[in-house]
């Protein structure tokens, strides 16, 4: 950890110069100085616009779950919330029961070429309206965490009968293929699993999954070549804990012995650190290198801040619901775009209740966003200046930063602050000259809506905050 600190800082020094190989896009990112233990206000920092780095800033908008509700019934549809945010890609995952293959093809000694041997009513409902909103769906084959009442319960949690589950899996994806392909919605992506180095989700041995594994993604390669099929969604622990790194690294040796057909790697993410989302991406791309897979292109399929309990310096109400939660998360989307992430949904849509405020949905379940979900909305506007830009700073000062340009040279820079104190900033244009105007949108406790204003050279990037500044 601490060369990755001192790296990262010589890199805000020295400012980069162009495109990492494994990342498309090259923002400046920093972890937090030493003055933020204090919460001492930062002044006298210059940003300097450099050229494009050549790198391409990436989307990474997907959600697990929605738009119709997932839990109660009388939860909101959240079509129009996730258009209204930018939301882009859903993943079909913890509907409780709908696209789960406990549900699907509920029987795993029934012929999996019998169409009798499915159900797909409820999952073609939740399904149809992912493509009714225009949403890619992302589908994962495996089940939720829980079912709900009257669905058949996921358990055991290991196929019993895996030559019949992965070709299952492959009508399944048949099915639904067809139902974006009548819809025109493109469905890319067919994730294999849900975090099987967890209890929760996997109770057979490692190499019973990376079996499975294998012969799923062989069957839907062979079935359908231009689909992009990867996985398994590992658990944080899988980046962060020697036995997590274990399982890891047994299926890339299974994979790479096997030469078992799949295109991206999948893995998630809980953490109120966003450097966790740096050392996780980077032990998986090393990883993946040293396996011969060099190209292959990472997704974090789940990911949000923690609010478990384990974080004493953080509140779980700060963490999901406010200014300082979506600022972690802001800093953590920097962070994946530095890094070489191709896709990503977080976790999740909406809350399950609207009594639950504090759970991992970035919008309440009655359709209001919270402060993550207005974050969110900064993230999709940005994404549309997708040239990334080099940056230059005069200083560390705890902030995370990515800047982009659009195709007509419009500028937009944004600002995670995911500390407790306050930095003012100078921008300058590459020759030095300060930014005459400027429009700045915030995002933090004070402002249940996005607030915006004009501004100058000199911007104040308050505590806990998200900033998105535009510039002509």
């Known amino acids: 950890m601490r060369n990755i600190f001192l790296l990262t800082i010589l890199a805000l020094i020295l400012s980069a110069c162009g495109p990492a190989p494994a990342s498309p896009a090259t923002p400046t990112a920093q972890t937090p100085p030493t003055e933020s233990e204090s919460g001492e206000a930062i002044a006298g920092v210059t940003l300097t616009l450099g050229a494009p780095t050549g790198g391409v800033i990436q989307p990474l908008l997907g959600v697990n779950i929605g738009p119709i509700p997932a839990g109660a019934k009388t939860n909101a549809d959240l079509t129009d919330a996730y258009h209204t945010a930018g939301i882009t890609m859903i993943r079909t995952h913890d509907y409780y029961g709908p696209l789960d293959m406990a549900t699907m093809y509920p029987d795993q000694s029934a012929d999996p070429r019998d169409p009798a041997s499915y159900n797909f009513t409820e999952s073609d409902r939740v399904f149809a309206a992912i493509l009714a ?3 890619e769906p992302y589908l994962r084959l495996g089940d939720s965490w829980n079912n709900g009442r009257g669905y058949p319960p996921a358990n055991p949690r290991a196929p019993t009968n895996p030559d019949t589950w992965a070709q299952a899996a492959v009508e399944v994806t048949r099915h639904y293929l067809d139902m974006s392909r009548q819809a025109g919605v493109e469905m890319r992506y067919v994730e294999i699993w849900n975090e099987p180095d967890g209890a929760k989700f996997w109770d057979g041995t490692r190499d019973e999954f990376y079996s499975l594994f294998d012969a799923t993604a062989r069957a839907l390669k062979q079935k359908f070549p231009d689909l992009l099929v990867g996985g398994p969604g590992f658990t944080p622990a899988g980046a962060l804990s020697q036995k997590g790194q274990t399982f890891v690294r047994g299926l890339l040796d299974y994979a790479q012995t096997q030469q078992t057909p799949f ?14 989302y740096v050392t996780a991406a980077q032990f998986y791309r090393a990883e993946l290198d040293a396996h011969g897979f060099e190209s292959m292109p990472m997704h974090v399929s789940e990911w949000n801040t923690d609010a478990r309990g384990r974080d004493k310096s953080i509140t779980d109400e700060e963490a999901r619901v406010g200014g300082r939660g979506a600022a972690i998360l802001t800093a953590a989307w920097i962070a994946l775009q530095q890094n070489g992430v191709t896709e990503s949904m977080i976790y999740r849509g ?13 919008f309440y379940a009655d359709g209001r966003p919270k402060r993550s979900a207005l974050a969110f909305t900064l993230w999709s506007e940005f994404a549309k200046y ?87």
Request: glycine share 8%; charged share 10%.
């Open 263 to 276: 295109d991206f790697l999948s893995w998630h993410m809980y953490s109120n650190n966003p450097q966790n």
């Open 350 to 362: 909406p809350d399950p209740d609207i009594n639950a405020p504090t759970f991992y949905g970035i």
């Open 133 to 135: 909103g225009g949403f």
């Open 386 to 472: 997708s040239q990334a830009i080099n940056i230059q700073l005069s200083k560390p000062n705890g902030l995370w930063i990515l800047a982009g340009q659009n195709a007509n040279g419009e500028v937009a820079i944004l600002f995670a602050n995911p500390t407790d104190h306050p930095v003012t900033l100078t921008l300058l244009r590459p020759d030095g000259t300060p930014i005459a105007n400027a429009t700045i949108q915030i995002v933090n406790d004070a402002s249940e809506t996005i607030q915006e204003s004009a501004g100058g050279a000199e911007i104040k990037i308050p505590a806990y905050t998200t900033v998105l500044v535009t510039t002509q």
